[in-house]
């Protein structure tokens, strides 16, 4: 598939297992730190203090009560202010490296145009090519690109 605007580039990442590739090295990153004993022991805090709250709770069925502590730990920006203090999101090397595997999508999306027929052939972007401005717009601003309101939409 050629790419010719940053959905199609997001979609063709996805596609070729980076992206989740980055998810699981942030997420063993993440438990690998410090902060995970920080972050566990708010998540116990908030689940005590809703369970205390509310006796009727407890005896509730157990999918029940899941819900509600799940809705209640979400109310709390616990998970979002642990993306944006993970340190892994602001080292230059992790960050040339998610570049990297944009170019190489990028490039598997030129070498299939190149193997396309005339009638298959569509206009195709250069990585950080200054012509198209959505596509500027996308690559260069990595940080924001992993905020926690974007990774929250997958």
Excluded: C
């Excluded at 502590?69 to 616990?78: A, F, K, M, T, V």
Aim: charged share 25%; glycine share 4%; hydrophobic share 35%.
């Amino acid at each position: 598939m050629t790419i010719t605007n940053p959905t199609q580039l997001i979609d063709e990442f996805k596609k070729s297992g980076e992206f989740d590739r980055l998810r699981r090295d942030l997420l063993s990153h993440f438990q690998r730190s410090e902060r995970t004993e920080g972050f566990k022991s708010r998540v116990d805090d908030i689940a005590r203090q809703r369970l205390s709250s509310d006796p009727k709770l407890i005896s509730m069925p157990n999918d029940a009560i899941q819900r509600e502590l799940l809705g209640e730990i979400d109310r709390y920006p616990i998970v979002e202010r642990a993306v944006v203090d993970a340190p892994l999101l602001s080292d230059p090397s992790f960050i040339a490296g998610i570049r990297a595997s944009l170019e190489r999508t990028m490039s598997a999306g030129r070498s299939e145009k190149n193997n396309a027929t005339p009638s298959q052939s569509t206009p195709n972007l250069q990585p950080f090519d200054s012509g198209n401005p959505n596509f500027n717009a996308a690559i260069p601003q990595l940080n924001d690109a992993l905020t926690p309101s974007a990774v929250q939409k997958e």
